[in-house]
């Protein structure tokens, strides 16, 4: 049983890192419609800018803003350079961010160098704290409850101001929103700037709990994240975040019990969804007759 | 005497390939309820959407209070006041009632508290079912929170596109005696199909065929003009 419930707090962590990738890339598809391959991009310079920034600070609060700081920058920059100019065509955009991806990998090495990164937790997340015979670590339990908090906000934000129903709205219908006055330009700059922080931030906690960064991680994590859009339902972030949990347990257990097929349970996962459910666990529905 | 508050002059309007509109001429004089008559494809809809920049024209001069807004873009013409009720209502589904209409809302001031609770005196319906999800509302119910939503806003102009489509006519009858309600505050072009209503709200229209102007004129004159009607409209 201990070991069960140190399995799951392991999965719930491991799920709650990939919601904040998942979870701004679910946004940016849902309400612009563009497929982001350098998300993970994003992720991966937050996890560099995350551990400079802790080696140069020694104040963790201090790296995790400058990452964010650094999601924020290159969102824009993204937007503004690399999707402007091909809204509405899903090939050029699949090229495009590739590309941009592996510019931003390399990119890494120019600015930090080539070599990995060693990531360290800050002292007061160090511990573990034992609880009966289960063994809690505290940097998981952080993440655990960063992620929540920030489920939490994101959907306050949705549900109670007035941007985050224009958000919701975009989602269903850009055309309509237009009409009634609303520069969905701008929108979408914000979605995309604030879906890139949340990457950033991703990245700057899953350094500090792997203890390494390196450039290539962007590809791999921005890959799981795909995969938790298509399971959770493109434009959900409650469909990521339950996706996304579900792919962190699922591979947390997998890799104890039957380690060679760890990353298969997450492919079989997506054909399930696919299969049975194509828009995913949750639907974002349109408008009237669409 | 009434001023012209719209004026369409040679517009012509592609969607992809296809010459839509064609040379299209119009007018709307404030306070007046102005129909956009015609058969299926005739152009009404592009007409209504090139106005609100969501097809803009490629040529000719779309001008609103004197200021010409041919290539604005849709959300800088709906701040300028116009009002705009699709064909499809654009619901947004999963946003409740009460979502839908804050999200319509350019100010939340007070000037814009009173006229919502006008316009939820005009459709009681939508206080009822305010935290219902729009998606689960009837047809009638859509197109009154759709109307609503437009009025909410202080505009001068209302584009409303075919709001009896697909109604119960005693639905029909509520959503007229709405918008006769409006016309007295705003100024109203109608997109419609269904004669009775175009000739109750009406007081000019214009006749589209194959996205030309064909024929305009007081309602009352079309009302008497039988050969008209058979010929553009196909009433009998």
Known sequence: MDLFINLAINGIATGMLIFL????????????????????????WGAFVGVWGYSVTQNFLISIVLAVIAGLLIGLITEYLIIRPVYGNHIQQILITLGFMLVLSEFIKVVFGPNILAAQKPPFLQDYWLVGDVTIIKYRAFTIVVGFIIFVAIMAVLKYTKIGLIVRAGVMDKEMIQALGVNIRLVFIGVFMVGSALAALGGALFAPS?????????????????????????GSVPGSLIAALLVGLSNVFMAYYVPSLAMAVTMILMFLVLIFRPEGLFKVSGVSNK | MTNTLLKLEQINTYIDQFHILQNVNFEV???????????????KT??????????????????????????????????????YVPEDQGI????TVGEN????????????????????????????????????????????????????????????????????????????????????????????????????????FFILDDGMTVHQGDMKELRENEELKRKYLGIA
């Open chain 1, 210 to 234: 792997s203890g390494v960064a390196y450039a290539e991680m962007g590809m791999e994590f921005g890959i799981f994240a795909f995969i938790v859009v298509i399971i959770g339902g493109m």
């Open chain 1, 21 to 44: 990738i998942a979870c701004g890339l679910t946004l940016i598809f849902g309400l612009m419609d563009v497929l982001n391959f350098a998300h993970g991009g994003i992720f991966a």
């Open chain 2, 92 to 95: 947004f589904y999963d946003l």
């Open chain 2, 29 to 43: 004089k404030s306070g007046e309820v102005t129909v956009l008559l015609g058969r299926n494809g005739a152009g």
């Open chain 2, 101 to 204: 209409m804050r999200v319509g809302m350019r100010q939340e001031d007070e000037a814009t508290k009173d006229r919502m609770e006008w316009v939820l005196e005009l459709f009681p319906d939508l206080k009822k079912f305010w935290k219902k999800p729009g998606g689960q509302l009837s047809g009638g119910q859509k197109q009154m929170l759709s109307i609503a939503r437009s009025y909410v806003n202080d505009n001068d102009l209302l584009l409303i596109d075919e709001p009896s489509k697909g109604l119960a006519p005693v639905i029909v009858e509520k959503v007229i005696e709405s918008i006769e309600k409006m016309k007295e505050k705003t100024t109203v072009v109608l997109v419609e199909q269904n004669f009775y209503m175009a000739s109750r709200l009406g007081d000019s």
């Open chain 2, 46 to 83: 592009t007409t209504l959407r090139s106005i609100m920049g969501l097809n803009s024209a490629l040529s000719g001069q779309i001008v609103y209070k004197d200021e010409d807004i041919t290539k604005l873009p849709a959300y800088k013409i709906a701040k300028k006041g116009i009002g």
